[in-house]
């Protein structure tokens, strides 16, 4: 046995897994020895290091054995995979934001049941939102720089993540609606919580233990 | 034919023809599980593939299936699993024979699933259902012919697998008890394995009722009765019965000698809403997913008119091929001539127990090697004067002659 198998986000969330894995006692500093390697063998752990919504993949299918992601991803995905522990950082929201000039509008015809078209990298959070309210949206899945998105037209308004607001400022874009609340976890595979628990459990515990002090 | 349209001669998403050597351990596999389960008394039934939409209730199967229309207009689906046609089969077939009914099962069913999910659409299912039984030595029977029959095909516990054993009404009983209002949004996100989301729901709660966050983290090994130990500070009402029932499960477990391979997980609660009591999985190391997996579903043959209790397993047959050691094939000799020498000489060998091939026309010795090495035989032979020209089917295989008693003993050893 070399230890468990870690998925780390690459990313905003990056530096938070690192801390709370390394408080927890896994040799995070391998890590940090070479930034373009996406494999790393530590002393009692190995670690993938991937884009974040790939965490729960690797995650899901065993070839990691537990993963560090965004609620915001696990929303999105709904991958089969236990839900272990908030780890409390990482915070994000998920918001509803459209340009400052075009706000009114745009509340206006969600309220009138109106078709909007959104444009948004998180398409079955955006439609749930929608169907919540009973409302009806276009929705249209982005890989980046959603921003950019109701400046030129291709959509009205746009569902995404944002921790501090700023991108939304400098695009003159303002939040309508905060759908949900996100925070880093830890996820680990259904088999690999059973067949390796003693392991999984310690993790868990020196967390707990970490986090706390 | 017009030119650029895409001909559709591949197999559909999810689905694939499968090609020896893989048929060939697949079946082979499934006969192995099929006799152990006979071993058992448990006696094979076969169920149509359709079946009319009402048969399956879950909404999660009911999403998952392929639905298409009879002539009568009436939506039909392809069976996403076993359980539910086995029980409509039983509360319409078997009304008036003697309980409980041993049936068992290796079919393939059909769900939809996601391109690029890595999911089968079609997938081969070995399982067996105890149908007229409340008895929990009918869930430690289920548990322990998992079990043996993961064994006899090669698996080894605990290296290689283990089942992982919950109680479903435990929890349930337990919440029904301490926290009636949350116990549904509680039940619901256990069974999303959000345990992040049922602290949430339980800050409200009292301390007095700690189990609603500790029951779901109680996971040991069976042979360690800290597990149950602790359990058992929550067993009130409802959910004392329930943790009694395991109880005896684990006692009928350990009789057998079987509690080496089960862990407890007293917040497994099963993935269909018709468990009721014991569920378990099979996980098998190198495999993040579910092998087997069972459990009790007392309420389920109620809506066929027919309210008996019962218990059942199936195994993914394509889950478990690739977790299990490669068994070597036995031994296939290619017999190549058009004579009718030839044709006698094969049905000599054949009834001394020896597989043949037989080429019923002229090969080349090169050709006839390059031929059994690709159909995977282990030896090429030509009809010689007094025996036959044997030769290993591998690259340049040198042929010796053998005299025709000794062919069977060469070729078996």
């Given amino acids: 046995m070399s230890g468990l198998r870690v998925a780390v986000p690459k990313g905003a969330i990056f530096e938070d897994a690192l801390a709370a894995l390394g408080g927890a006692g896994l040799p995070v500093e391998v890590l940090r020895e070479n930034g373009r390697r996406l494999f790393y063998e530590g002393e009692g752990a190995e670690f993938i290091v991937s884009r974040p919504s790939d965490v729960p993949v690797f995650v ?27 780890l409390g950082t990482g915070a994000c929201r998920m918001i509803l934001a459209a340009p400052k000039k075009k706000a009114e509008e745009v509340e206006r015809a969600i309220s009138h ?87 999984v459990a310690a993790l868990l515990d020196a967390m707990r233990g970490s986090l706390r002090g | 034919m017009q030119r650029g349209t895409t001909r559709k001669f591949s197999t559909t998403p999810g689905t694939r023809d499968i090609l020896p050597p893989e048929s060939t351990r697949l079946l082979d596999v ?19 593939a359709l079946e009319y939409s009402e048969v399956v209730e879950e909404p999660k199967l009911r999403d998952a299936s392929f639905k298409l229309f009879d002539p009568d207009n009436q939506m039909l689906l392809l069976r996403p699993e076993m359980t539910t046609p086995i029980a409509r089969l039983v509360a319409q077939r078997l009304r008036n024979v003697p309980t409980p009914h041993k049936l068992s099962y290796g079919l393939p069913v059909y769900r939809r699933t996601g391109v690029g999910r890595g999911q089968s659409a079609e997938f081969h299912q070995a399982g067996v259902e105890v149908v007229g039984s409340r008895s929990p030595g009918e869930d430690a029977g289920a548990i322990a012919l998992l079990i043996e029959t993961l064994e006899s095909v090669g698996l080894r516990a605990p290296q290689d697998f283990v ?97 080496d391979s089960v862990m407890l997980d007293l917040g497994l609660i099963g993935r269909h809403n018709y468990y009721t009591g014991a569920v378990y999985e099979v996980y098998a190391s190198g495999l993040g997913f579910t092998v087997a997996n069972g459990g009790r579903y007392d309420n389920l043959l109620r809506r066929f008119g027919e309210p008996l209790p019962a218990t059942g397993f199936a195994i993914s047959l394509e889950r478990l091929m690739s977790v299990l050691p490669d068994r070597e094939l036995p031994p296939l000799l290619v017999l190549v001539g058009g004579t009718v020498e030839a044709t006698r000489l094969a049905a000599q060998l054949r009834s001394s127990g020896v597989p043949v091939l037989h080429l019923a026309e002229d090969f080349a010795p090169e050709a006839a090697l390059g031929y059994a090495i690709s159909v995977e035989a282990s030896w090429v032979g030509y009809p010689a004067p007094d025996g036959m020209k044997l030769a290993r089917a591998e690259p340049g295989g040198e042929f010796e002659t053998t005299p025709t008693e000794k062919v069977a003993g060469r070729v078996l050893s």
């Fill in chain 1, 60 to 86: 899901e299918h065993g070839a990691a054995d537990v993963g560090i992601v965004g609620k915001d991803v696990l929303e999105e995905q709904r991958p089969n995979v236990m839900e272990l522990r908030d």
């Fill in chain 1, 113 to 199: 049941a109106e078709v909007v078209r959104v444009a948004t990298k998180f398409p079955n959070t955006a439609r749930r939102y929608f169907e919540s309210l009973g409302r009806q949206a276009e929705i249209i899945e982005l890989h980046g720089s959603l921003e950019l998105a109701p400046l030129v037209g291709l959509s009205e308004c746009i569902v995404d993540l944002t921790a501090t607001g700023t991108t939304l400022r400098e695009n003159d874009l303002v939040v309508l609606d905060e759908i949900s609340r996100s925070t880093a976890r830890l996820i680990a595979n259904r088999g690999a919580y059973r067949l390796r628990h003693e392991e």
């Fill in chain 2, 30 to 48: 499934q006969a192995r599980i099929l006799e152990r389960f006979r071993l058992h008394g448990f006696r094979e039934v076969i169920t149509p």
């Fill in chain 2, 163 to 259: 089942l992982v054993l919950g109680q479903t009404a435990f929890y349930e009983g337990y919440l029904r008890q301490v926290a009636p209002e949350a116990a549904s949004e509680l039940l619901a996100a256990l069974a999303a394995k959000d345990l992040v989301r049922v602290d949430e729901v339980s800050p409200d709660i009292p301390d007095e009722a700690a189990g609603v966050r500790e029951i779901p983290r109680l996971v040991g090994p069976a042979t360690d009765a800290s597990v149950m130990q602790r359990a058992e500070r929550y067993a009130e009402g409802e959910a004392a019965v329930a943790l009694e029932n395991l109880q005896e499960i684990l006692a009928h477990l350990d009789a057998g000698g079987h509690l």
